[in-house]
């Protein structure tokens, strides 16, 4: 079981670039989280998707756009990335949305000039 | 929504004291709530959660209480040892709701 995988582990962009960064996870999981982890800062939720077939804003959506693509995946797109969205990536997995435990990945180190 | 603040942000203690993490929340529907551990440089992982049909609940060194009247809950961690050094952070959420986090707390153990 390999949990929450998410890809590139590390990305440069440069500013007006576009990226996807993906996550799969093989736990069978219905809900499925982005959260950005600023240096020092706790985590704040970008987009969540309750089962599949769902996403909804979170905290920070702005710049940003995802897409459940079945059970198991959901990605995260930036458009025209800025320095401003220079951050750590997680993305998370649980059974159902609420009352239970999120599984976490290890995290996309993005950086953009 | 849900607002969950967490303190302290920063906390020392020598190897071997205990340490106390407090977390505070304000939707009274919150019924669950974890408590995550970041090593530097890592993942954010469970370490121990409680639902809110229990007072206590402990895991070898390390426990959790919750107080429902008061909407506060905290983890405890005993006889610390330098591996405990690390961000913890508390969250909070109502049955089919999502996670709030709380902001993180630092600790530092000092050999």
């Known amino acids: 079981n390999a949990g929450v995988t998410q890809t590139p582990k590390f990305q440069v962009l440069k500013t007006g670039q576009s990226m996807t960064l993906q996550c799969a996870q093989d736990?069978?999981?219905?809900?499925m989280y982005w959260y950005r982890q600023d240096p020092g800062m706790g985590l704040r939720l970008i987009y969540y998707s309750a089962s599949e077939g769902t996403t909804d804003k979170g905290e920070v959506p702005n710049g940003y756009n995802v897409s459940r693509l079945n059970k198991r995946e959901f990605s995260l797109r930036l458009e025209s990335a800025a320095p401003s969205q220079t951050s750590v990536y997680f993305c998370?997995?649980?059974?159902?949305?609420?009352?239970?435990?999120?599984?976490f990945g290890d995290g996309t180190r993005l950086s953009i000039l | 929504g849900e607002n969950v603040e967490q303190h302290p942000s920063t906390l020392s203690v020598q190897e071997g004291d205990s340490a106390v993490i407090k977390c505070t929340y304000s939707?009274?529907?919150?019924?669950?709530f974890p408590w995550y551990k970041q090593e530097l440089g890592k993942r954010p992982q469970l370490i121990i959660d409680i639902r809110s049909n229990v007072g206590e609940k402990k895991d070898q060194r390390i426990a959790v209480t919750l107080n429902k009247t008061a909407k506060h809950f905290s983890l405890h961690i005993t006889e610390t040892q330098p591996e405990d050094s690390a961000v913890y952070f508390c969250a909070a959420s109502p049955w089919a709701g999502k996670s709030t986090f709380g902001d993180g707390t630092t600790l530092t153990v000092k050999p």
């Open positions: 736990m069978n999981h219905n809900s």
């Open positions: 939707d009274s529907a919150s019924n669950y």
């Open positions: 998370a997995s649980s059974e159902a949305l609420g009352n239970q435990p999120q599984h």
